[in-house]
């Protein structure tokens, strides 16, 4: 398995600003990536994390509204850019492990408040 | 892209009842979770079973790849059993992304 540390474990922000959410990884992976969690809705992928280039987004979500970076094989950053209140939803990091079991393991989310 | 139904979208259980919840996807994956989102919105894994059949104490899960769905057992429900469980499926060649079913929200009353 993994151990993922996901940071701030909830926030409120004023609209109008952003917000950078952490992720680290126990362990070297190859894929990481970014879900969100709307209220009362399930979770839907905005991107893939690719180490040393540009992430690869979801149909739905752009680069200037959430950038990412992964500089390396066990971190990532998720950025909520220009914040609306729309924007209120839970984020989760998840990775997948290298090798025959392809499971997936996620961070423990941060609650995110916009007001 | 892939559709991922699970039913039923709610249920009410009481403490020490059985319960089974059902997940239908609609292509052939590689890689099939179930999940249990508690009520501080950690997402806590319960299985992975792309095909077959697991257990783990009161849970246990079967996937039957051939006819494609799923479906997790609980048995004797515990009140810690209360939140939500998602279904959630890969494609194959599709890097590791997962598509999620909408979820099955449980409450198990005392």
């Known amino acids: 398995s993994a151990v993922i540390s996901q940071k701030p474990s909830r926030d409120i922000c004023q609209r109008g600003t952003s917000l950078t959410i952490q992720c680290q990884v126990d362990?070297?992976?190859?894929?990481m990536f970014w879900y969100r969690q709307q209220p009362g809705q399930s979770l839907t992928l905005i991107a893939t994390a690719n180490q040393g280039s540009e992430a690869t987004y979801e149909s739905g979500f752009v680069i200037d509204k959430f950038p990412i970076s992964r500089p390396n094989l066990t971190f990532s950053t998720l950025t909520v850019s220009n914040m609306s209140p729309e924007d209120s939803s839970i984020y989760l990091c998840?990775?997948?492990?290298?090798?025959?079991?392809?499971?997936?393991?996620f961070g423990q989310g941060t609650r995110l408040t916009v007001v | 892209g892939i559709q991922v139904e699970q039913s039923p979208p709610d249920l009410i259980l009481q403490e020490g009842a059985n319960s089974t919840l059902r997940c239908n996807f609609s292509d052939s994956v590689n890689n099939l979770q179930w999940f249990h989102q508690n009520p501080w919105g950690q997402l806590i894994n319960l299985f992975y079973?792309?095909?077959g059949t697991k257990q783990n104490g009161r849970l246990s899960a079967t996937t039957v790849a051939t006819e494609r769905y799923s479906l997790l057992y609980i048995s004797s429900s515990q009140t810690t059993d209360s939140g939500v469980y998602f279904c959630?499926?890969?494609?194959?060649?599709?890097?590791?992304?997962?598509?999620f079913g909408a979820g099955t929200q449980v409450v198990v009353t005392p």
């Open positions: 998840s990775v997948v492990l290298t090798g025959a079991n392809t499971e997936a393991f």
């Open positions: 959630a499926v890969r494609r194959r060649r599709s890097w590791g992304k997962l598509q």
């Open positions: 079973i792309p095909s």
């Open positions: 362990s070297q992976v190859t894929m």
